[in-house]
């Protein structure tokens, strides 16, 4: 990156600043030589202000492939290009291009991948083709690279520079101790063959015949560090199916056949060579034959002859003798003798798929259990053509059909075939089905299939594999064969293969050694802890690895000195050179200066190293003096075993490992010596994204310390990360930074509370003590000095000396270890005479918790009054604008409302809830959270800071005040303890007058606010005058205009004076002033308004008569006659928080008058639709004639008016018609989807057929992990679960049935999705019934663990939609939720999902909003409603399962309360997310039926089918969400979806029709108790009987997953369907509409063009022409 600093920001002075302070720090502690024995960095630094002795190293590693590469690249570019090198252009086109291809040398392709994204070598390099362009970019000159041809240059060159650019960013190092590794360092030398000589001693140390990668090119193997691409792939075994030529009609073929020729198929499934009916090669493929030592042909590709060569089965290592070129057409019809097979003779066909990059190019067909073989089987076979071209004879094909071999429940003998016709697969070309199948049958087949033939009939595939492919390699029918995983390309540009070498290798796979390594391990302090789960993985698959190699630097192995010990191997131990090199070495990296103990390196014997390293080892026979060899132990003793070792996540399953196995093994009896603390760090991002020279996202750390100084790089590392996830170091974090520090260095008189200090030094301790950086900076640095901050704007009196140095001092120290020049500096300025490298860690004292908190309720209180005002201000700007009037004034007094105490009931819930926040050791802020009283004096607390906030607020006045001495009832409910409430207003000022004669207050000004009342005022003077309220009393002038002029007569004080005895009187502000207002006047005034009311009614409709006559139908009453009709109807009490009236706020939208009900479309809606919620009268008046309306308002959203002539008293009997007819439950009539199905019996319709319980759940029966129980057969079990279960395959019944008393209404955990290609599942459930003290149930425990068992041990997932505090208090009545600690390997995760209550009012309130006519306020109307933001949470909890399943590979556990409602919108919509097949017309009907009506529901009460309640508080749109988001990700996925809106609506509208028995009731039970399959039709046999109309004509079948933006910004409101009955909503075509249109005209036009064709032939005919064909047309 070559961005300047001056282009990067405006200014350099602080940056410049910090750097002069650094670069003069640097030279202190180089004068000094502060860090030559104990040298700090974060952590150690930290440990050294702590009194302790640090020892931090640093080492420079070189053994290894890379630089003697790059030096031998250099050479090579140099011999073929001249000096300096001219190289070609990339554009060069002359010359032989094969020629040019083998002089070109291009290590920035090597190891290049097909898939997205770059190598290692092109992202460090940034695209440069070749060496010596790589070294340019360095800013080297071609006299200086030519230098690094020499490997020992580079030794030499780098390692200063390195040193340099380290020192700059202050990295407090002993550099006595650095070293070099290789042969180049003689003491390194010697202490690297001392370790292989004792391991080898061990027998830890083997030589033999092994697979490993291995690069021909290099010679040798290819570690993952020697690896462009390719890092961390293995070797795959494949079994060598020899497939002998019987017969040929090609010539090339039949003139090898004088030896035995062998086609060789790689196969992974040995056992189903029983079934072989042919074998497949790909007919434009390259072939070729060679010879083995065992003199036969193998016939395969080049890249697997190329493989082969070098695992033994080649005359010559690695050399192929090839004995002829083919080509896949040379092969086809081939007759073939292969093993095993039923079949005497098989063929050779052709399948164009094959890869060449896999495998030998040639495939064994087994279609009886390879899907992929049967339907090439079945196109070869079904394409006569086909066979032609290739000169296949129907005899070699027709007569093979596939062979029975093994027998696999759930789909037969022949589980290909079954599942090839059950997919209604079309051909080979149908990827997916074909993708979808295998994973049908292969793994079934595996675990779960039977052999049928052979010497193992009747066992288990599982059991004899092993068994088959001896027998096959025993009979020369087969041989072993590995090659690698995946493409691995060496550094030098050599594609890998995978030989068996002699070589030597570290055992790491001996049992004896592993559990050794395991005691380590256990031993050790894993940061984070999570890793350790990774060191036990690597442990337990580790088995033996290569410790030799050929070409590179390093050190010769001891054993067998031609070879070398690779850089993973070399590496291990060497921390415990660190304690002794500085010694040896004199500080010279390479170890070529003067050794301070006189020892030279070949004095440094395998003996003198074990009296060094071992504490109980004799003095060895050397010419060392004993003194400096026990100088030597000594410095070993004192700091091994080492306490930190901190490394790249990459290097957990290789270079942490091998660590723990070697120091297991050179100190098996000393575990002292053994490592404490591993930690596992992330990679660097830099502005969230990789670095890479390609892409300009790149920056060194000599450009890190000049853009943004040492300290400011160091704290923005320091907050980039603690955790194995990649840390960010983000440009204007660090800038930032910069800006802290400068501001830190300008500041010095300022001071914060003590106990502010002693806390943050305690909570710095800690995380420093943790190794968790980002928060020892966030505690030492940040919220310091935020507390600095606001004490300082608190203490508006001044501040003490003697604590601002003390927060200066205190806030060095704790900022030392990160960003240590800055603080040495500022130490300097405080007077210190020493280093701050050599100071103690700050002592902290007493902290008063209860003075912190009562800090933190000033400040809150304090900023939640700022915003009270602004909101105050802004709410009357707003009301301004649309008044027009002018701006308001800021208020200038306030009062502060304090609460003593809760209301009793949340005291209850509070206290209950501290008791499991206690419980649960929540930290920090929970448990006080739910504090009852406060553990200070609020009133108090607020009364001391009274200055600050009148300052802060910019307040004439402000008082506090107790909120039981108020009467201002919103004061009352809103304020609690720990949350006072506020008022802030204008006050007029009002002069109180006291005429008493010898008083101390003769008068007395008072802020009065509007409507305060007497009282109040009272409370207010008494607080001020310190007087009992009871004591005062208030008077007014008789004479309000003279009365406060005239002189007083004290003889009489209360004459012309009226005492106020109303306490609820009210001071009323009028035109500035004020006037006391009096109850009886204000009841005098009210009735007034009352009166007024009454005549504005009569003028317009009457609203609350609406409501009465709602309610009473609502209630099924009808208490008055006709000779009242025109009357209004006593309405019934309306629920908790409801006026009676709300309803009445629905805006009529249709008015109909003189209709006639029997020829209106809607006839129906009065004889069956049960979408009318509910239906009330309504008086209506239009010029001054009177109606009486009926209204109709609809489930849909929808408002229906019919109006009648007040003279013909029509309105009863209809409205008596309709409450009858539309809500049969209410009088236990017959809903009229029976009645529908009565009259259409000849009618059969197939969409009960459409989900098979039974089969669903056998398809998720799977992996030998899951069955299927028939437990609940009788709905026993659970009332609300279907018949058929899924659960885990180890569970039994019994243990079934605890699980399920565990959970609410026996909703134990099911599943109910499988992934295809993985363990994850999804299953849903109940919340569990822990109750109030966290009851654990063992059985369910156990039950988590077979799922987490059966996941490879991934942790589950258990999503619980609630919010927590609603899932709390389900405690109460007996619920709860699963406590982390009890489950193992369990995450709990809320989504803050609201419960059905709060969904309806939503809804009710989008419903006013979708009927206003006015529109001015629309968008802030939607967003009061908040349906959008539950429509987010609901889609993001969805997206959130599915990313847990999908690439994060967890099982997740989903439930809500009682599992029927939340949980089904995530579980629903994660499998329209995971799974295509959900996303098409007849898989939508099917997840429906599953996860909505299978697994219950409870329809019947959410929708109240046929119910007059209106208000029952179980109504939700729970349903009706769920459809609203999958309406949201349709229109981010246009295409993905089968079905189109409408088919959606439909759904919606048929919900509540009642037409079809489809939605009716709760649950799998009461439907089949209610016979519905057979009394009423099913809404899919009405939707598939039209289904061209729901059909999304962009429809494309992905099998993809999807992930939607669950982002505001993309979720919109569904206007088609909550608008649609908006009167002003016009209606818009639909998009189906427009496409059917188009559809038909084109279909006309083609007609139209058929018919003229027509008539044109008839005219030619009859005219003896030539007709005109389609295309003349």
Wanted: charged share 25%; with cysteine.
């Amino acid at each position: 990156m070559t961005t300047t600093i001056q282009e990067s920001r405006k200014g350099t002075t602080k940056v410049n600043t910090l750097r002069a302070i650094e670069v003069e720090i640097q030279a202190k502690w180089e004068r000094e030589k502060t860090f030559e024995s104990d040298a700090p960095d974060f952590i150690s630094g930290y440990q050294r202000l702590k009194g302790r002795r640090c020892l931090f190293p640093f080492g420079l590693h070189c053994t290894g492939m890379p630089i003697k590469a790059s030096a031998d690249k250099l050479k090579y570019e140099m011999e073929t290009f001249g000096f300096p090198p001219v190289f070609p252009r990339p554009e060069t086109s002359a010359g032989d291009p094969k020629e040019e291809k083998k002089t070109e040398f291009n290590p920035a392709e090597v190891g290049e991948r097909k898939k997205k994204g770059k190598s290692k070598v092109i992202a460090k390099t940034g695209g440069a083709k070749f060496q010596w362009e790589i070294m340019r970019s360095l800013g080297l000159e071609d006299d200086e690279i030519k230098k690094f041809a020499d490997a020992k240059h580079w030794l030499e060159y780098f390692p200063p520079l390195a040193k340099k650019d380290l020192k700059s960013m202050g990295l407090k190092v002993d550099w006595r101790r650095t070293f070099i590794t290789t042969d180049a360092n003689p003491y390194y030398n010697s202490f690297v063959r001392w370790q292989f000589i004792r391991l080898k001693e061990q027998g830890r140390i083997k030589f033999g015949k092994r697979y490993t990668v291995y690069s021909p090119k290099d010679g040798q193997p290819c570690m993952d560090h020697d690896r462009a691409s390719g890092e961390g792939v293995g070797g795959q075994e494949y079994t060598l199916i020899k497939m002998e030529v019987v017969s040929s009609d090609n010539e090339k073929l039949r003139k090898l056949m004088d030896k035995p020729v062998f086609f060789i198929a790689a196969t992974l499934r040995p056992e189903t060579m029983y079934g072989q009916t042919n074998c497949w090669v790909r007919p434009d493929m390259q072939y070729v034959a060679y010879r083995t030592k065992s003199d036969e042909i193998y016939i395969s590709t080049h890249r697997a002859a190329r493989n082969i060569a070098y695992q033994g089965f080649t005359a010559v290592e690695g050399v192929v003798d090839i004995v002829e070129k083919l080509i896949g057409e040379d092969l086809i019809g081939t007759g073939l003798k292969a093993p095993l097979s039923s079949y005497e003779k098989v063929y050779a066909w052709p399948m164009f798929t094959i890869l060449e990059g896999k495998g030998t190019g040639v495939v064994t067909s087994v279609p009886s259990d390879s899907t992929d073989d049967y339907a090439a089987l079945c196109d070869i076979k079904r394409k006569k053509d086909l066979r032609a071209k290739f000169n296949l004879d129907d005899e070699k094909v027709l007569p093979f059909d596939p062979v029975p071999i093994i027998n696999v429940p759930e789909f037969g003998d022949l589980s290909a075939v079954a599942a090839y016709d059950q997919l209604k697969i079309a051909s080979q070309n149908d990827k997916e089905k074909l993708a979808k199948a295998k994973e049908m049958t292969y793994l079934g087949g595996f675990y779960h299939g039977v052999m049928m033939v052979g010497e193992f009939k009747g066992q288990k595939v599982q059991d004899v594999k092993k068994k088959i492919q001896k027998y096959l390699v025993d009979t020369n029918g087969a041989v072993m064969y590995m090659e690698t995983e995946k493409k691995v390309m060496s550094r030098s540009g050599d594609e890998c293969v995978m030989a068996l070498c002699d070589q030597w290798y570290l055992d790491y796979g001996d049992e004896a050694w592993k559990a050794l390594t395991r005691k380590c391990l256990e031993r050790v302090n894993c940061h984070p802890e999570n890793s350790r789960k990774g060191f036990e993985r690597t442990i337990a698959e580790l088995h033996e690895y290569a410790c030799s190699r050929t070409y590179g630097l390093g050190t010769l192995l001891p054993c067998d000195q031609q070879y070398l010990i690779e850089s993973l191997s070399d590496s291990t131990i060497y921390m415990a050179f660190y304690t002794v090199c500085h010694l040896l070495q004199g500080g010279v990296f390479d170890g070529s200066g003067e050794s301070p103990l006189n020892i030279k390196a070949d004095q440094m014997t395998p003996e003198v190293w074990d009296y060094i390293f071992h504490d109980n080892s004799d003095v060895p026979q050397t010419d060392i003096p004993l003194a400096s060899l026990k100088k030597l132990k000594q410095e070993f003793q004192y700091w091994y075993g080492f306490d930190l070792r901190s490394s790249g996540k990459d290097l957990l399953p290789n270079h942490l490992t091998y660590l723990m196995f070697n120091h297991v093994a050179i100190w098996p009896d000393e575990p002292h010596r053994w490592p404490r603390n591993l930690r596992i760090n992330g990679h660097l991002l830099l502005n969230s994204d990789k670095m890479s020279k390609q892409t300009g996202n790149f920056l060194t750390l000599f450009e890190s310390v000049e853009r943004f100084s040492a300290d400011g790089m160091r704290l923005t590392l320091a907050d980039a990360g603690d955790t194995v996830e990649d840390a960010n170091f983000v440009e204007k974090m660090a800038d930032g930074g910069i800006l802290r520090l400068y501001t830190f260095l300008e500041w010095t008189k300022v001071t914060i509370n003590d106990y502010e200090i002693n806390n943050a030094i305690i909570q710095t301790d800690r995380n420093y003590e943790q190794m968790l950086f980002r928060e020892a900076l966030k505690t030492g640095f940040y919220e310091l000095q935020s507390a600095r901050d606001k004490y300082r704007e608190v203490a508006v009196e001044g501040m003490h000396q003697e604590m601002v140095f003390r927060f200066i001092e205190v806030q060095t120290l704790l900022l030392a270890p990160i960003c240590p020049h800055i603080c040495e500096h500022i130490w300097g300025l405080l007077g210190k005479d020493h280093s701050i490298m050599s100071a103690s860690w700050p002592s902290a004292g007493p902290v008063d918790k209860i003075l912190l908190r009562a800090s933190e309720y000033l400040m809150n209180s304090a900023h939640d009054f700022r915003l009270r005002i602004k909101n105050q201000i802004n709410l009357a700007l707003k009301k301004g604008k649309q008044s027009k009037k002018a701006t308001p004034t800021k208020p200038s007094h306030g009062i502060i409302y304090v609460a003593r105490t809760f209301p009793a009931w949340q005291e209850l819930v509070l206290k209950f809830l501290k008791l499991e926040f206690e419980k649960e050791s929540v930290a920090k802020e929970g448990v006080q959270a739910l504090d009852t009283k406060m553990p200070f004096d609020e009133i108090a607390i607020l009364q001391e800071n009274i200055n600050y906030l009148r300052k802060s607020l910019e307040l004439v006045g402000l008082r506090v005040q107790l909120v039981d001495d108020s009467s201002d009832s919103k004061a009352r409910d809103a304020s609690v303890p720990g949350r006072p409430y506020s008022n802030f207003f204008n006050g007029v000022s009002v002069q109180f007058v006291n005429p008493q004669a010898s008083v101390p207050y003769f008068t007395f000004y008072a802020d009065v606010r509007d409507s305060e009342s007497v009282k109040d005022v009272i409370n207010d003077i008494s607080a001020e005058i310190n007087a009992p309220a009871e004591k005062i009393k208030l008077y007014y002038y008789d004479d309000a205009v003279c009365g406060s002029r005239r002189m007083p007569n004290l003889s009489h004080i209360l004459e012309g004076k009226t005492l106020i005895t109303d306490s609820d009187a009210t001071f009323q502000k009028d035109s500035g002033g004020l006037v006391l207002m009096l109850s009886s006047q204000k009841n005098e005034m009210a009735s007034r308004r009352s009166s007024a009311a009454e005549i504005i009614a009569n003028q317009v409709s009457a609203s609350n008569q609406a409501a009465a006559a709602m309610d009473n139908a609502t209630n099924g009453e009808s208490n008055t006659s006709k000779n009242n009709d025109d009357k209004e109807i006593n309405s019934s009490p309306s629920r908790e928080g409801e006026s009676g009236s709300e309803n009445a706020k629905f805006p009529v939208m249709e008015r109909f008058e003189d209709i006639n009900l029997e020829k209106t479309d809607t006839m129906w809606l009065l004889k069956g639709e049960e979408i009318k919620a509910h239906v009330k009268k309504v008086s209506y008046t239009k010029n001054r004639e009177n109606s009486y309306n009926l209204d109709i308002i609809c489930k849909d959203l929808r408002v229906l008016r019919f109006s009648h002539r007040s003279e013909n008293h029509s309105r009863r009997p209809v409205y008596n018609a309709l409450i009858t007819n539309a809500f049969p439950v209410s009088r236990n009539a017959e809903i009229f989807a029976y009645t529908f199905r009565k009259n259409y019996p000849e009618f059969e319709g197939s969409g009960w057929q459409i989900f098979d319980a039974e089969e669903e759940c056998k398809k998720m029966a799977r992996f030998g992990l899951w069955k299927t129980t028939n437990i609940n057969a009788d709905y026993a079990f659970c009332a609300s679960y279907p018949s058929v279960l899924v659960v885990p395959d180890a569970v039994d019944s019994k243990s079934l049935s605890s699980v399920a008393d565990h959970r609410t209404r026996n909703r134990l955990p099911v599943i109910t999705w499988v992934h295809p290609e993985h363990p994850p599942v999804i299953l849903r459930c109940s919340q569990p019934t822990s109750g109030l003290i966290d009851k654990p149930s063992e059985e369910d425990i156990n039950y988590f663990k077979l799922i987490w068992e059966a996941n490879s041990d991934q942790k589950i997932y258990v999503v619980d939609a609630r919010p927590k505090k609603n899932a709390v208090a389900n405690k109460l009545k007996g619920g709860g939720f699963e406590a982390n600690e009890k489950y193992e390997a369990m995450e709990l995760e809320f989504l803050d999902i609201e419960n059905i209550h709060v969904m309806r009012d939503s809804l009710n309130k989008l419903r006013e909003i979708c009927y206003a006519i006015d529109d001015v306020h629309w968008f802030a109307n939607l967003d009061s409603t908040k349906w959008l933001d539950h429509i987010k949470l609901i889609l993001a909890g969805a997206i959130f399962i599915v990313d847990l399943v999908e690439r994060r590979y967890h099982s997740v556990v989903v439930h809500c309360s009682d599992g029927w409602d939340r949980t089904a919108q995530l579980t629903g919509l994660s499998l329209l997310l995971l799974d295509p097949e959900y996303r098409t017309i007849k898989g939508f009907e099917i997840l429906i039926e599953k996860e909505w009506l299978s697994f219950g529901h409870k329809f019947a009460q959410r929708i109240g089918h046929g119910e007059n309640k209106p208000n029952d508080s179980e109504r939700s749109p729970v349903f009706l969400q769920f459809m609203d988001c999958v309406w949201q990700i349709s229109q981010q996925f246009p295409c993905a979806f089968e079905f189109n809106e409408r088919f959606l609506i439909t759904i919606l509208d048929h919900l509540y029709s009642c037409f079809f028995g489809t939605f009716l009731y709760d649950c799998e039970r009461v439907r089949t108790q209610q016979s519905l399959k057979t009394k009423t039709f099913s809404l899919w046999d009405y939707i598939n009987l039209n289904i061209k109309d729901y059909e999304n004509v962009q429809y494309t079948r992905h099998e993809h997953v999807i992930y939607p933006n669950a982002s505001l910004r993309y979720i919109n409101l569904w206007s088609s369907y909550y608008l649609r009955w908006n009167p002003r909503t016009k209606r818009q075509e639909s998009e189906h509409s427009h496409y059917r249109a188009v559809e038909y005209t084109c279909n006309q036009l083609m007609k139209r063009i058929s018919d003229i064709k027509h008539d044109m032939d008839v005219s030619l005919r009859s005219n003896h022409a030539k007709p005109i064909n389609q295309t003349n047309v």
